[in-house]
């Protein structure tokens, strides 16, 4: 199984703060990685899959970046709905696995 | 636009059969993979498996012996069987959409989960 690892597992910040948020893939796995946001009982939402392409509907202020074994979720103006938990996936083989996780809290 | 829902029982014995069924409405389910993803309390996303619409099927080995997911096109709806259960399979479960991604080998796979459902709390206890 490709094993994920996210850093840091947990931060906090204002609003307005550019925040970032890595990813690491225990292989390469190409552009096959996915982000996801979830917030405190509710399904997980796609943010960027691809690695840095941005889904409908998702806000310009998240980017995503990176390729083979490190990636990059970078949120240029934190607002107060986007206080929540951030998960990354890979898509490159199964078992789908994702990442532990990181939780942006409010300063 | 698409909606997934999950539904099923909430308390689930030890050693019996956990079941859920996904409906989805708004769209159809042909031409899409269908996943099922776990969450238990406090922790992290764990993906069950997917199945095709036309019906093949891919499970995570861990789970791989306990695990059946099937699809009734005529329904609209997939569903999860999750065998001998334990306290250990108390989570939520969600189900998710997933568009196709990519071929290879004449295996196609999807390479993302872009429509979630609501999720559904399941307990195992007796």
């Known amino acids: 199984d490709i094993q994920m690892t996210q850093s840091p597992s947990s931060l906090s910040a204002s609003v307005g703060d550019r925040v970032t948020i890595t990813c690491r893939a225990s292989q390469t796995i190409s552009s096959y990685l996915n982000w996801y946001q979830q917030k405190p009982g509710k399904a997980p939402k796609l943010l960027i899959h691809a690695a840095s392409s941005l889904q409908s509907g998702v806000p310009s202020r998240f980017r995503g970046s990176g390729s083979g074994t490190d990636f990059t979720l970078t949120i240029s103006s934190l607002q107060p709905e986007d206080f929540a938990t951030y998960y990354c996936?890979?898509?490159?083989?199964?078992?789908?696995?994702f990442g532990p996780g990181t939780k942006v809290e409010i300063k | 636009q698409v909606q997934l829902q999950e539904s099923g029982p909430g308390l689930v014995r030890p050693s019996e059969t956990l079941s859920l069924t996904c409906t989805v409405s708004g769209g159809s389910i042909s031409s899409y993979f269908w996943n099922w993803i776990r969450q238990p309390p406090g922790k992290g996303l764990e993906w069950i498996g997917y199945?095709?619409?036309?019906?093949?099927?891919n499970y995570n080995p861990s789970l791989k012996s306990r695990v059946t997911i099937s699809v009734d096109t005529s329904k609209n709806h997939f569903s999860l069987n999750l065998s001998s259960v334990t306290a250990a399979d108390t989570a939520v479960y969600f189900c998710a959409r997933g568009p196709l991604g990519y071929c290879s080998g004449g295996i196609c796979k999807p390479n993302r989960m872009d429509v979630w459902g609501k999720g559904t709390t399941v307990t195992v206890s007796s």
């Open positions: 199945i095709y619409y036309s019906g093949s099927t």
């Open positions: 996936q890979q898509s490159y083989s199964t078992p789908f696995t």
